[in-house]
């Protein structure tokens, strides 16, 4: 079936240490997206990556498609990225958006 | 160039009351879709669809339909509501072709409650 996994379910950070969100998902899942949802319940886009990696600021991804997996990168925290970190990924039929269950991210200051 | 865009922000219904939350998209996506998010979880996918005239349920239709009669619009009828459907709406849009989607794009959400 189409899986996504998250890990970790939650993670507390001190501002300005680094960290790493993973994604796993099945053979049926690809075109990989991050999101971040902030406390106000909106949904931000942060990067589409199906492979390879990008970059935007503190921010960056990488998808491995052959070993199904990709990696949220977060560097130099701050207390405005916590929130929850969600990855999604399309059925190979190529009609359905699903959500891994989410990583919940909180930054102390 | 505004996006997806959904109505109401937020409702309170009584049970078995009905209504229509609104979602418009202005990017000439051809797939749109309705999710629900309960507190502390995930987003599940409720319908979807393809192009006008085109729709299909996702996880979890039960209680809802769809209507797609033109590209931007993809309106959500609950018809009789139950307090299992207090939850936070999400529509969203992305664009399919050549075997490829493009990134979606989500609105700003529906928070309804059910009393």
């Known amino acids: 079936g189409i899986q996504v996994e998250q890990s970790p379910p939650d993670l507390i950070l001190q501002e300005g240490a680094n960290s790493t969100l993973r994604c796993n998902f099945s053979?049926?899942?690809?075109?990989l997206q991050w999101f971040h949802q902030n406390p106000w319940g909106q949904l931000i886009n942060l990067f589409y990556i199906p492979s390879g990696t990008k970059q935007n600021g503190r921010l960056s991804a990488t998808t491995v498609a052959t070993e199904r997996y990709s990696l949220l990168y977060i560097s130099s925290s701050q207390t405005t990225d916590s929130g929850v970190y969600f990855c999604?990924?399309?059925?190979?039929?190529?009609?359905?958006?699903?959500f891994g269950a989410g990583t919940r991210l909180f930054v102390k200051a | 160039n505004a996006g997806v865009t959904q109505t109401p922000k937020f409702r309170i219904l009584k049970i078995g009351q009905s209504m229509t939350l609104q979602c418009t998209q202005d990017m000439n996506h051809n797939y749109m879709y309705w999710y629900r998010q309960d507190p502390g979880m995930g987003l599940k996918l409720i319908y979807y669809?393809?192009?006008?005239?085109?729709?299909d349920k996702g996880e979890v239709p039960n209680g809802y339909n769809v209507s797609r009669s033109t590209t931007e619009d993809f309106p959500l009828r609950l018809e009789l509501a139950a307090p299992s459907q207090t939850s936070v709406y999400f529509c969203?849009?992305?664009?399919?072709?050549?075997?490829?989607?493009?990134?979606?794009?989500f609105g700003q959400g529906t928070r309804l409650t059910v009393v």
């Open positions: 969203a849009s992305s664009y399919r072709q050549g075997g490829a989607n493009t990134e979606a794009f």
């Open positions: 999604a990924g399309v059925n190979t039929g190529g009609f359905k958006t699903i």
């Open positions: 053979d049926s899942v690809n075109n």
């Open positions: 669809s393809v192009g006008a005239g085109i729709t």
